[in-house]
């Protein structure tokens, strides 16, 4: 097996640059959402008493996040490490650290579930529940915002070969072709 690419977002982006094009993408979608929800739900008044639990979701949400790329690797019994950690010393946050190989079609599932499992349902919950739909979308485009660096692995591994092998480094992704 020979190494074809190696894909380390951090180390090429930069933490800071990564974490702000992150943000500016959450708001831009945020914007982008709010607007036409606005004009579908203009005679509907907003309810308050949403925010409590808007800060429990904002809480729980990067954890459902992280734990919903696990999902397409249990379906095809592929086994993950999962290690808690605590961010700032307060906020639990984990990381997935799939301790197999995985092939392209798999991993590309597993990057964009997330954003499926969670910003869909969403997105239909604020045109449901017309009273919170700014809190839906605001959670929405915050797991939007998470999702920027699965996208970025994403576009990556698109251009990888068709039958490569990919291992998870502790930084990024190593993409294997046979030779």
Same mark, same amino acid.
């Given at each position: ?44 008044? $907003?309810?308050?008493? &949403?925010? #409590? !639990?808007?800060? =429990?979701? +904002?809480?729980?949400?990067? *954890?459902?996040?992280?734990? /919903? ?57 604020? $045109?449901?529940?017309? &009273?919170? #739909? !700014?809190?839906? =979308?605001? +959670?929405?485009?915050?797991? *939007?915002?998470?999702?920027? /660096? ?30």
């Amino acid at each position: 097996m020979n190494c074809w690419d190696t894909i380390q977002i951090t180390k090429q982006l930069g933490v800071y640059r990564t974490i702000m094009l992150s943000f500016l993408l959450g708001l831009g979608s945020f914007i982008m959402l709010y607007l036409p929800f606005t004009f579908i739900h203009q005679h509907i008044e $907003v309810k308050e008493n &949403g925010f #409590y !639990p808007f800060l =429990l979701a +904002l809480v729980v949400l990067p *954890i459902l996040h992280q734990l /919903t790329h696990i999902v397409p690797l249990q379906l095809i019994e592929r086994h993950a490490k999962i290690k808690w950690i605590k961010f700032a010393k307060q906020f639990p946050y984990v990381k997935i650290m799939p301790n197999t190989k995985t092939s392209k079609r798999t991993l590309l599932i597993s990057l964009l579930t997330p954003t499926m499992l969670l910003t869909t349902p969403l997105i239909t919950a604020s $045109v449901t529940f017309g &009273g919170y #739909y !700014p809190y839906f =979308l605001m +959670l929405a485009a915050i797991n *939007i915002g998470f999702s920027y /660096t699965d996208f970025l692995y994403a576009r990556r591994i698109w251009r990888a070969p068709k039958q490569c092998i990919i291992t998870n480094d502790h930084n990024g992704y190593d993409i294997l072709i046979r030779r």
